[in-house]
């Protein structure tokens, strides 16, 4: 064999190879760049809600692995090329939620339609448009007719309030759709670090760098996890 093929330890340059700790480490592993990327550009708001949940109830996501930590710092340019190609396919965080909630209105289309056809969805929007009407004829009676008496504006304006929150709840109870999922911005970005590590590995074992197998596990675990959550919620949804 060449020398190009050998390290300088003789092992092999590529494939899998033993250090004399044992641990088994990689390079030239067969992951595609774009996998965990193209992946999470596929997601859905329950995706993305079961995927976080799943996360924050894992031991493993409550302190960053200090291998895929370490592997972030020594090689910044890769990492620059991760963050750029996972910002390609998702876009900013705000983008990536308008993706994710395009493909759940799409999932729900059926459900919307049947709303329809049973003439529910055009009842629901009646009464929607009554709810708004009943909220804004108070305040607009008490402006108009004393101006002054503060008191009793801001009487009717907490009267509306509650008036509001009990009215919507009761619409969204009895419009039978699934209810808009919440996601919190510092946790789906906690999401978008682990697909940046998964494509970091990616990245580095393409151009043939050697990696620990530990590493490539725990900065792999991140977006493992995302698929999991997200199968499971298809498999709810479906």
């Known amino acids: 064999m060449s020398n190009d093929y050998h390290l ?9 190879r033993e250090e004399a700790s044992g641990e088994l480490s990689l390079s030239g592993a067969a992951i595609r760049v774009e996998e965990a990327a193209e992946g999470a550009a596929r997601l859905s708001l329950d995706d993305m809600t079961a995927a976080i949940d799943r996360r924050l109830e894992s031991a493993w996501s409550e302190v960053p692995d ?3 930590t370490a592997l ?21 965080q705000r983008q990536w939620r308008l ?8 999932r729900l289309a059926a459900t919307t339609g ?10 629901i929007l009646l009464l929607r448009i009554g709810l708004i009407i009943a909220l804004i004829a108070p305040p607009a009676y008490v402006v108009s007719t004393n101006q002054n008496d503060l008191v009793k504006l801001v009487v009717t304006g907490a009267f509306c309030l509650v008036a509001a929150f009990v009215g919507g ?3 969204t109870v009895m419009a039978r759709v699934p209810v808009m999922p919440t996601i919190r911005g510092p946790w789906l970005t906690e999401i978008r670090e682990d697909i940046v590590n998964a494509t970091l590995v990616a990245i580095l074992l393409n151009k043939g760098i050697f990696v620990r197998g530990t590493t490539v596990a725990a900065a792999r675990r991140g977006w493992q996890s995302v698929q999991v959550a997200a199968k499971a919620a298809t498999g709810i949804h479906a």
């Open 114 to 123: 049947r709303r329809r056809a049973s003439g529910l969805a055009q009842k």
């Open 169 to 171: 709840h009761y619409l």
């Open 8 to 16: 300088s330890d003789g092992s092999p340059r590529y494939g899998n």
């Open 72 to 92: 972030r710092k020594e090689y910044p340019e890769e990492l620059a090329a991760a963050r750029a190609l996972v910002n390609v396919h998702l876009g900013t």
């Open 99 to 106: 993706k994710a909630q395009g493909i759940r209105d799409k």
């Open 66 to 68: 200090p291998s895929v």
